[in-house]
């Protein structure tokens, strides 16, 4: 018995030290190591509440601890500290009711002033006007469509830093999330509706973005890239693909619209000339056209995901 | 129709799965009749209404679906284990992860914990049967052909692919055709049925049947949990029904509510669906604390601490059910005022499961634990519960949850509560109640190598699943990058330790029937609630004369008055209700109906629906008003019992 | 549940199982009352969304939901009048009335089904859009409702006729009753919002 105890007491001085591996580890990961004032702004939330959530875990598990090794039912025990009819106080169960009660108020406080905030641009920028990119979801690609400048991008992105963009979200047939975990959170793309979502990069580079909610065969490769440069290279990104890339007819993008995957490809015009998803008369477009293509079926597995061409 | 259409073709493990069938059931079918057995399996079980048979059957079709939804799980992880992994395709993969949730909440979790309640609560309120216990059975035959019709599906005209959520316009006729979501649709309406039927049935039972004396606040805590979760049920279900119906009709009849044309609103599928899918994460956490109040009491040989606030915490945590749905869509675009509300409120509810986890803590103090298998789940679950608890928390925070929806994240923090809390608890509940099931105790060694199997399988799933999700992970991908390969190697480990764990379970049920030593009492661990006051096994009456009760752990009073449930001068005729095979027949020929629905048979299934009506009518003439089990007989039946 | 008799007070209430049922029955219509608000709030979100078909307000005749709205009034009172002969042990009253309270019933669905027709011709269908979806899905539960309480009434009066009143008999009438009188709120609700708004929006 003793023995195993002390085996025990050795491999529980290991937890806190994979503890510490975990945290370094975390600054690592995507929506702890934001590259904008959105993710910023999340993360920072997710960082606050943390502490608290640690704070709650380490106290029940060292009361529980305590607990359960002490009043274990051992060999020899005897009954002094043994009370079978105890079975309340007011006092400390009012406290236990209390103490999360004011933490959930701690935590709502930022939570709320944080949501307000997401419905605007992030406020560093806010001298310079949002750039507005319509982000449409067809199963199962991105459509991006830039008014102001004339130019529509499948499935990549190209966005300036320190400037920011105001995605408005619709989809052509099911709901889809555009999420670019790098730069902050996700909403819904639904058709027949708009969302907006502002988010904003601040480091140049080149982050994941993608459809989060699930919607049928192709969802995994639902995928984009997002470019994040200076103003000026995006500016001359701009003025390059107006100059040399194709014009987009009706009814080349009615055939984009069919489900399956797609190349990156590239226009110099915008598909909203002629549909907008996100608007009510429109919400049925995409359907009425390929009513019969969901029938089939992609047959998509990791040997035959090349298709898309990823890079 | 061709018949290549109707069986689903071209899978291997499809395949597999059809042959294992096959011989499965032709293998039952023959140790049936070599054993003659038939007219046994009808008499003694097909046709009970006998609330702790109709438990037992409940518990069997909850493990197999365990070991279905398991296998599922195993599969995907396979998948997901390799960056470049190619065991299941996309669409194979789609409708794995669609099954495993939808069988693991609905046909799992739900009727595992309702066979508990059959066999448990009548004899913990002193009770003799349900209320209605024709309407019992048929619960019991509606989710058993419920989940059969479901999860014929694989086999028959293909699984539904769109998710257990199984959001519109998706999950539509337009883009999903063809019968797999029909399967769902009709498979989960005909179990819910019996689940509704089942949440009126304890609830008069409860409140009209309890043993003279025995007032609402001297109820057992899991008694107590049973009747929260009834109302629930009554109030939740209903909902789902509709929202089913709903897409029926617009899958089946061409209805516009949740399509893209004819100005239908598919988010209204989600609204409806989380208005009852939130309060049915209660439904099956709620009987779970029950089982956990009872083990922890029993085990920490002490009474339970707080019993007051954990009722009154339960009918809040019922209550705030309802109004949280939204915070499944927060990304929906509500607006930031919206998602205030529905954050704050979602938070509000780990008030009240917090302080129930603290009156756990303190039932323990200056207690003397026993490290029953019972009690290590029930241990286990505390601090397991907690990590999910409070990551349920972080994901409450609106904000927050844009980066965590949709993601592994979300994975780990839902099945932190509903392995650690629901599924521990079945194990506990089973282990804890099987003495008085089955006659014997299931091995003590065999059992903690179970628990600790799947406990530490069940961290090293799931921990790694938070920070993956945190890489960016999104939920139900069929592949992976190699960026997040570390973390689901680990958790494909932790996953078959899980499912060794399982299968060391399984083998401890047969172990223990051939080696467990036989109960002599009825009380086998020295309880303290009625159930224990039975003899073991329970005679059909249960209770040959029902005991006054005037406190709380009336069998602990009972003990030390040196009272039992047999009192010879008091014997008086037992009214019992009679056998009958009405039950399964009406569910049968329901069951039939829905699957003709399934694949849009309308006139089959108008003849179904016509036969289902015929034996409600049939139901409606029978006055059989049951028998009355003679005194002679009760003294017989009780000396022998308990070997007077 | 040994039949401990009371000796006086309502029959359906004298037994155990009588009052059991009874209570469960109250339970049966909470969740009932679930089902049709969860139908109301669906018809509410999908209110005006007619697309391309025509609006309620086009077509919706107050003749006939009123004729409708008093076939079902004056049902529910002709249903109290049978129970209250039930109460005082009139076999041959309380079957006149429920049969009266039935016909009742009866007329109603004719007018129902001769309305969704008449819908029907004017192009408002279950496929035309959600909005009529939810009408048609919301009228039509209410309507089948109706319809199973006519059949299951009919077996009962059929059990009452060869059984008299019993214990067990009158529970199933008194249950039946709940039942009618439930179905007669409901259609006030339908009445109110759904005809009565539609016919003014
Ligand atoms: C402390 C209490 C809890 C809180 C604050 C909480 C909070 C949440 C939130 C906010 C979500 C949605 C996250 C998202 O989709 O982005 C969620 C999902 C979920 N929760 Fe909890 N939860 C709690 C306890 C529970 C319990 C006790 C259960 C079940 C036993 C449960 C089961 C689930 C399930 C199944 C989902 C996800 C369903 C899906 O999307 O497929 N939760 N929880
Ligand atoms: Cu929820």
New binding site residues.
Partial sequence: MKHKQQHWRRWLALLPLSLVFLLSGCSELTVLDPKGPVGQSQKDLIVFSLWFMLGIVVVVFALFTFMVIKYRNRPGRDDKDYDPDLHGNTAIEIVWTVIPLIIVIILSVPTVTTLFDLEKPPEGSQDKEPLVIYATSADWKWFFSYPEQGIETVNYLHIPTDRAIEFRLSSADSMAALWIPRLGGQKYNMAGMENTLYLEADEPGVYDGRNSNFNGEGFTEQTFKVHAESENAFKEWVEKTKKEAPKLTQKKYNELLDPGLSKKLTFSNTHLAWVDHGTNQDRDYAIELHRDAYQELLHLDNERKDDKEHE | MKLDEFFVTGEPLIYAGMVSIVLVSSAVIFLLTYFKRWGWLWREWLTTVDHKKIGIMYILSALAMLFRGGMDALMMRVQLAFPDMNFLNAQHYDEIFTTH?TVMIIFMAMPFLIGLMNIIVPLQIGARDFAFPFVNALSFWSFFFGAMLFNISFVIGGSPDAG??SYTPLAGAAMSPGPGQNFYLMGLQLSGIGTLATGINLMVTILKMRAPGMKMFQMPIFTWSTLVTCFIIVFAFPILTVALALMTIDRIFGAQFFTLTGEGLPMMWANLFWMWGHPE?YI??LPAFGIFSEVIATFARKRLFGYNAMVWSMILIAGLSFLVWV??FFTMGAGAFVNSVFSVS??L??VP?GVKIFNWLATLYKSKIEFTTPMMWALAFIPSFVIG?VT??M??MAAA?YQ??NSYF?IA??HY??IA??VFACFAGLEYWYPKMFGHKLNERFGKLSFWLFVIGFHVTFFPQYFVGLDGMPRRVFTIIPEWMPLNVISTVGAFGMGLGFAVFCYNIYYSYRNSKREETGDSWNGRTLEWATPTPVPFYNFATVPHVDKYDAFLAMKEKGETTYDEDKLEPIHMPSYTGKPIIMMAILAFASFALVFEWITLAVIGLIGTLIMMVIRSFDYDEGYHVEVEEIKRIERKARRL | MSAHELKSGPLEYRTQEGQMSILGFWIFLAAEIVLFSTLFATYAVLFGRTADAPAPGELFEIETVLIMTFLLLISSFTCGIAVHNMRKGAVKAFITWMVITLLLGLGFLGFEIYEFVHYAHEGATLQSAAYWSAFFTLAGTHGLHVTLGIGWATMILIQVAKRGFTPMTSRKGFIISLYWHFLDVVWIFIFTSVYLIGMVV
């Fill in positions: 949730g257990w959520t994460v099956v956490i915070h499944h979602t938070m509810i780990a499961t608890g349920g928390v994901l409450g949850d965590f929806h979300l923090h839902f509560v509903l809390g629901t």
